[in-house]
């Protein structure tokens, strides 16, 4: 069955079958679904090779990865966004290209692609301010679509992000509420933009409420379980020690509560936690009930919509870029609670 036949069996046209399976937002929900179904049914597959003949295209999309191991692109969360990108290649006949490079060597490794003329379309991962490579891939010529947004740069260019400064404004006055003053920061690493934004929006709602942020109590590094855990053991054992942490990363906020346990502390009644938490389709936060309090985002779903996004401009370039701003939601979960008095807790259980 070709895609002329499946849309004649669903009574659709071509086109609206096809923006259905490619993933276009635009479709309806319920469209989508019978698509999908039938796609299923009747075993259709994009014809990937009549596809190049016909448009000249390579049907490919890369991803250029960086092999720092002092990079968010090594986090867990990059095998999610991968996994959603890859739903929507697949749909629409598209293979995946990942090139493994050293850092130094990204300029070469997009110029190489350029070359070769082997992807349709760049994503764009682990931005930083004023990045480079946007200019660069602009310069080439290349479709592509960033993964997070590059502070400093003016021109407009297409970007699905979340608003990182906003979630953590909002956990940070959430714990403000809650009576907290003196409230740790565990963040990615600050060359990054996402990390970067994230620190304003809690540097913002501190001054907000007439804080100022202390330096010993904000700290940036790779997202691990291990910095959680070596930042939060250090601030606990200080005098003035915090009474809550906003940490960047599930696996941070993991290394926190295991220096609370080894201070004989309670998460939740003792010190509280809030995380940013990326619904990792492995890594979940709690079953039924979430563990940590966390402004929750999909990076599978920033994934279908960045290779969507990528595959609209491909098919049918733009007048200007598109760009896509989600907003985290803040779940309430057993890690957060009234402050308490850092100096009695442990003469107070």
Known sequence: MNLKDLAQHLGLSPTTVSRALNG????????????????R?????????????????????????????????????????????????????YDMVLTIVPDADQDRAYREIRSKGNVDGIILHGPRAGDARIALLEDLGLPFVVHGRASGISRPYAFVDVNNSRAFERATRFLLDLGHRRIALVNGIETMDFALRRRRGF?????????????????????????????????????DRPT????????????????????????????????????????????????????????????????????RMIEAPPTEPASELLEAVLVVGASTGPARNPLSLKDNP
Not at 253 to 275: F, H, K, P
Not at 285 to 307: D, H, L, M, Q, W
Request: net charge negative; with cysteine.
């Open 24 to 39: 276009f937002p635009e479709v309806a929900e319920a469209t989508r679904a019978r698509v999908e179904a039938a796609a």
């Open 244 to 311: 809550a942490f906003l940490t960047s990363s599930l696996l941070s906020a993991m290394g926190v509560r295991r220096a609370l346990w080894e201070e004989g502390l309670v998460m939740g009644r003792d010190v509280s936690i809030v995380t940013h938490d990326d619904e990792l389709g492995y890594l979940r936060n709690g079953a039924e009930e979430p563990i940590f309090t966390a402004t929750r985002s999909s990076v599978r779903e920033a994934g279908r919509r960045c290779a969507a996004m990528l595959l």
């Open 41 to 93: 049914q009747y075993n259709y597959r994009p014809n990937t090779q009549a596809k190049r003949l016909a448009t000249g295209r390579a049907m490919a999309i890369g991803h250029v990865i960086p092999i720092s191991t002092q990079h968010e692109i090594v986090n867990p969360v990059f095998a999610d966004f991968i996994a959603g990108a890859g739903e929507v290649y697949a749909r629409a006949g």
């Open 203 to 239: 540097e913002r709602a501190l001054a907000a409420a007439d804080l100022t942020p202390d330096p010993a109590l904000m700290v940036a590094g790779e997202m691990t379980e291990a910095q959680g855990h070596d930042a939060a053991r250090a601030m606990l054992r200080r005098a």
